[in-house]
């Protein structure tokens, strides 16, 4: 409240003598709201095991402090990230209570009172049942006080009179409040949750004639906690966060998961992207449900006549002190993420999965490369594995070495021929890197096809190697160590 304004000095100081009075008169009672009072869940959720819930639901309060249980929240909840927002009310305190109902925690918290000891008579099948004083815990084992008997090793089954003080059946939020005036309102419980991720897959299928593919992209969210999130606005955050571990960790438990695979087939309305500051925010057009221990898939690009370019690469292979011979190159496939070229939303980091299909129609898998986070206008190169049909012979056909003081010379000569056995013309680049630490200066000397020098580092050719023929390079480079 912005104690500044007109008539806002007098509401706040009502707050605060509700608070005062709240803590002074002692305890109250709690008041759960669950899912059933839920007005909307919203969540964004990171790559790095980080959501951001926005929760609201209708509370009724009475005057002065109020304890609202929050059930059926995340299990994973990092509790130092609470924020509580609503109509006048001022916070006092919050509690996780992440004790939950067990054996074990039954057992444990029982402890100095009376449970019922159920015994089973062996010859008549009747349970014999006695009041019993529990001790004490011995790992599982109960050591219970039986008729001024002390019994370590009880052999029937204990039932439970009652359910301790502050053990829960599921985590559960405890706010504090205090309001001057009672009534119903909406509540809004913001916090960070871990348990929840998510990342980008992708499906490419290429063409018969190499030259455009499909590309389909989704995203596939993880909820690795024991919370069921339905009917949620999702919205998923590309970018890298920087994130600060707590020193210790929550002493919350976690079941293991199985993870349950299905594609939502909802696929009317890929997600909208836009830039938040330096990340991107995607959003699902629709409302989803994110159950416990699953991982699912929904839409977010969906693209076609996306242009390409095939390239076989021989990348420092091709300057051996020998002849070699049937030196494969890499495949990569390259296209630019640009809207005329039905794309240009920005691309979250994940797997491409390569198709391509046979004489029959059929898609065959080919490859698959990791991209990086990718923003408009960029381009993406591919590695999809090795040439079957293309190799290349190198030899070298020249080596002179010479000394100029404290520097040595030497000048190579190479000689590269391309074969292709394939039925198409095929483009092949050849890489070679002579800026290496210990080379002062290179240079290339002579070449039958002109090169690019890229930064000072390294020399490029590009070949157009015909179907089912050759192409040569013969050049010369001298390097100064």
Not at 52 to 69: C, E, F, K, P, Y
Not at 263 to 273: H, I, K, L, Y
Not at 292 to 313: C, D, E, F, H, M
Not at 350 to 361: E, N
């Amino acid at each position: 409240i912005d104690i500044s304004k007109k008539g806002n000095k007098m509401k706040h100081l009502m707050l605060l003598t509700c608070a005062l009075c709240a803590l002074v008169s002692g305890v109250w009672a709690e008041t759960t709201v669950g899912t059933a009072d839920q007005k909307s869940l919203d969540m964004v959720i990171y790559n790095n095991d980080r959501a951001l819930v926005r929760d609201t639901r209708a509370v009724s309060m009475g005057a002065g402090q109020n304890d609202i249980a929050f059930a059926d929240i995340s299990d994973q909840i990092i509790p130092a990230s609470v924020v509580l927002n609503g109509r006048d009310i001022t916070f006092l305190e919050n509690n996780f209570n992440f004790d939950v109902l067990s054996y074990e925690s039954l057992l444990h918290k029982s402890v100095g009172n009376t449970v019922t000891a159920q015994l089973m008579n062996p010859k008549t099948g009747a349970w014999e049942i006695t009041p019993a004083e529990l001790l004490a815990v011995n790992g599982m084992s109960p050591i219970l006080k039986i008729n001024d008997k002390v019994d370590a090793s009880y052999p029937g089954q204990i039932v439970f009179n009652t359910i301790p003080q502050n053990l829960r059946v599921r985590p559960t939020l405890v706010m504090s409040v205090a309001t001057p005036k009672a009534g119903k309102r909406d509540l809004t419980l913001g916090y960070l949750t871990r348990g929840l991720s998510w990342n980008a897959n992708y499906v490419a299928q290429l063409a018969p004639d190499n030259q455009t593919m499909s590309l389909t992209g989704w995203v596939s969210l993880t909820n690795a906690s024991q919370t069921a999130f339905r009917n949620v606005k999702l919205q998923v955050v590309a970018g890298d966060l920087h994130l600060v571990e707590p020193v210790m960790p929550m002493m919350y438990k976690t079941a293991r998961m199985e993870m349950s695979n299905f594609a939502d087939t909802m696929r009317t309305a890929d997600m909208s992207e836009e830039g938040v500051g330096d990340y991107h925010l995607y959003t699902l057009p629709r409302k989803t449900d994110i159950l416990p221990n699953q991982t699912k898939q929904v839409s977010l690009l969906s693209a076609t006549g996306v242009k390409v370019k095939k390239t076989y690469t021989f990348e420092n292979q091709l300057t051996p002190p020998e002849q070699v011979e049937n030196v494969k190159p890499t495949i990569s496939l390259s296209f630019v993420n640009e809207k005329k070229n039905h794309l240009g939303i920005a691309l979250p980091r994940g797997i491409v999965r390569l198709y391509q299909a046979d004489k029959q129609g059929e898609f065959v898998f080919v490859g698959e490369d990791n991209i990086g986070h990718t923003g408009n206008l960029e381009q993406v190169r591919l590695n999809m594995g090795q040439a079957f049909d293309i190799s290349a012979t190198v030899k070298r056909i020249k080596h002179e070495q010479r000394k100029q003081g404290n520097t040595r010379i030497t000048d190579d000569t190479y000689h590269i021929t391309i074969k292709n056995g394939t039925k198409e013309t095929v483009s092949v680049q050849i890489k070679e890197t002579f800026g290496v630490p210990g080379v002062s200066a290179w240079k290339i000397t002579s070449e039958t096809k002109q090169s690019e020098r890229k930064q000072n580092v390294s020399a490029r050719w590009a070949l157009s190697v015909p179907a089912e023929g050759e192409a040569d390079l013969t050049y010369s480079v001298q390097i100064v160590k």
